[in-house]
T-cell receptor
Framework: ETGVTQTPRHLVMGMTNKKSLKCEQH?????MYWYKQSAKKPLELMFV???????ENNSVPSRFSPECPNSSHLFLHLHTLQPEDSALYLC????????????????FGQGTRLTVV | GQNIDQPTEMTATEGAIVQINCTYQ??????LFWYQQHAGEAPTFLSY????GLEEKGRFSSFLSRSKGYSYLLLKELQMKDSASYLC???????????FGSGTRLQVQP
């Protein structure tokens, strides 16, 4: 248990479906992140939220829509996805986002294994 | 931007020592992290370096040379449970999140 909980753990959805991924952290952190992990590729940063404000959007297609209602919860809303979006989606949190102190390690959730059919 | 390179796969023997290298290029270095990720599980934090030198933590040590853009993770007294992917990640002063390398899949054999 890392203190970051993601649900569901596995999700299969059609290209016309709408679904949401949920992330919850119990660590008192004020920054949260969505990463995408595809086979044999580096973890790709998707979105960064700091104090519930989106501070980074890494050129992610609009079919992925994040939402951060408070500092403990982060959602990723999915609609009209493509098969190439199938991947492991990882949520992470950290205390702050670096700044002058680089040692703000990120704690990861177990991820949601998404398959788009 | 950032560019992080590490070997794709390595194999080592139980009880031995293995060194996993990572080279990086970044416009404003603000720390290097190593994570361990077992198949199907979350990446877990192993070590952090921001100054040159060696950081030791039990069987694991991490080294950094900022002038060379180089780090390594040293695993001693390898155990079967050390079979995992090891991810090198860099924080840039201009960005808020970590940028990860592709990871090195380590297989420990009996």
């Amino acid at each position: 248990e890392t203190g970051v909980t993601q649900t569901p753990r596995h999700l299969v959805m059609g290209m016309t479906n709408k679904k949401s991924l949920k992330c919850e952290q119990h660590l008192g952190h004020n920054a949260m992140y969505w990463y995408k992990q595809s086979a044999k590729k580096p973890l790709e940063l998707m979105f960064v939220y700091s104090l519930e404000e989106r501070v980074e959007n890494n050129s992610v297609p609009s079919r992925f829509s994040p939402e951060c209602p408070n500092s403990s919860h982060l959602f990723l809303h999915l609609h009209t996805l493509q098969p190439e979006d199938s991947a492991l989606y990882l949520c992470a949190s950290s205390l702050g986002t670096g700044g002058s102190n680089g040692n703000t390690e990120a704690f990861f959730g177990q991820g949601t294994r998404l398959t788009v059919v | 931007g950032q560019n992080i390179d590490q070997p794709t796969e390595m194999t080592a023997t139980e009880g031995a020592i293995v060194q996993i290298n990572c080279t990086y290029q970044t416009s404003g270095f603000n720390g290097l992290f190593w994570y361990q990720q077992h198949a199907g599980e979350a990446p877990t934090f192993l070590s952090y370096n921001v100054l040159d030198g060696l950081e030791e933590k039990g069987r694991f040590s991490s080294f950094l040379s900022r002038s060379k853009g180089y780090s390594y993770l040293l695993l001693k007294e390898l155990q079967m449970k050390d079979s995992a992917s090891y991810l090198c990640a860099v924080r840039d002063t201009g960005r808020r999140a970590l940028t990860f390398g592709s990871g090195t899949r380590l297989q420990v054999q009996p």
